[in-house]
């Protein structure tokens, strides 16, 4: 059989009401006709759904199953109807947005200003935590577009490289640093660094893999504010995007130097779901968020950030 809405409304409102005297009453329709209603949807599913007793009804397990998906479809169909309905006026609703601690400093008042301006109607709820919480969110649809610094690799989602940020290594004040340093001649010199799992730890030591040796760890730590300033009281180097130190090297608590041959560069990624229906207010926040992240690069508030090479 095929179950109409008008079944599954007038099957709601009894199990709401608990009596078909009453549902009836809220229904406007005669109460031989709505129990009419009630048997012909029981033969037909081939189950008992209610369970009569001297002050009404309750639901059978079947009933209580369909009860749940009854109130789901008529949701869905009512909130349907309205997103056609104002499909011609400006996109609404709420958009959440998950970031990285340090994308979120750089990232979230500008996108919340934009949007703000350009879609008065949307709000934007923003999540800030590390990367591995945030790729959870997602695939649980508890957030609806992220940044990322790895793609997404689950099924049903869609990972576009954003942009590329430069890595630097960082000395305390009293270093005799060079301006350029490669990061083999980092081989043995005791670092502060993330802890394993860490992102950033796994890019690090993966290049240094690839030369041949692994990385000296003195302090494990995640946090870049705490690496910073262990770095500063002259607890040992480290290495972190350019833009995280932007504060520090201008204060001259901080001195750097620039990763050379090779370079060393990380890949920030937006995450998109491809297996769920997208709205036109999370279309908008997508639109504005590249917007923001493309003027942050322009105007060189994402230090050491460039459009992404090709590979």
Known sequence: MTLDTRQLRYFLEIAEQGSITRASQVLNVAQPALSMHLRTLEENLGTQLMLRNRTGVVPTEAGRLLVERARRILDEMARTEDDIRTLESDPS????????????SLVSLPLIHAVRERYPNITINIAEAMSGFIAGWMVEDRIDLSILYHALDE?????????????????GQEADNPAKVALKALKGVAMVLPSRGHGLRELIEDQMRRLGFAPEVAIEIDSYANIKSLVAEGFGPSILPTYAVQAETLSGTIRTSQIADPGLWRRAHLIQPTNRPVTRAQSAVTEVLQDVVADLMANGKWAGARVASVS
């Open 93 to 104: 609703g709420v958009v959440r947005v998950g970031l990285p601690g340090t994308v979120s």
């Open 155 to 171: 099924k049903g989602f869609r990972s576009d490289v954003l942009l590329e940020e430069e890595l630097v290594v960082l000395w």
